[in-house]
């Protein structure tokens, strides 16, 4: 056999097996931006969720269906973020039901403690701060965005919310 015949044979493996790779490659990467897309549509509908329920534990109306719902709504959405996101967020939003249930008894007492009450919401105003760097920073990679900025404009959009109820 002469090398002609040889590359006739030769080149359509290798460009099969390129293209294999490539195929392989691409998939990986079409699955990875799906996951992405996925986190980012799941990390919105979180961060809508943290955010009503800051406002109904923050009035002054005490519409208790409203609260139920934005509780539920959180459930929802701590559960998925459990499933679906790595352990440096999940880790994170494993706080969120315990500050927000503290918030609530809190608020929801006899007689409210005002200290602790404060306390209670420098807490969870903490902890919201961390989940959505932890989103940001699984989403964009690193970000200039620090939890101390973060949670100054929070505290700042929740005192506004509080001087208008």
Do not use: C
Not at 20 to 26: D, G, I, P, T
Not at 120 to 137: D, F, N, P, T, V
């Amino acid at each position: 056999m002469s090398i002609a015949n040889w590359i006739a044979i030769f080149l359509p493996i290798v460009g099969l097996i390129g293209g294999a790779l490539v195929y392989a490659l691409q998939k990986q990467m079409d699955r990875e931006n799906e996951i992405k897309r996925e986190r980012r549509g799941l990390y919105r509908n979180a961060a809508i969720a943290l955010e009503r329920v800051n406002q109904e534990l923050r009035t002054n109306d005490f519409d208790k269906g409203k609260q139920i719902a934005a509780m539920l709504e959180l459930e929802v959405i701590v559960a998925e973020v459990q499933v679906s996101s790595p352990d440096t967020v999940a880790d994170v939003w494993v706080s969120i039901p315990e500050l927000v249930a503290n918030l609530q008894r809190l608020q929801h007492a006899e007689k409210i403690d005002y200290v602790n009450f404060d306390f209670a919401i420098s807490a969870y105003e903490q902890g919201r701060a961390r989940a959505l760097l932890a989103m940001r920073r699984d989403t964009y990679g690193e970000t200039k965005i620090t939890i101390e900025a973060l949670s100054k404009v929070l505290r700042e959009m929740s005192h506004i919310i509080w001087k208008l109820t």
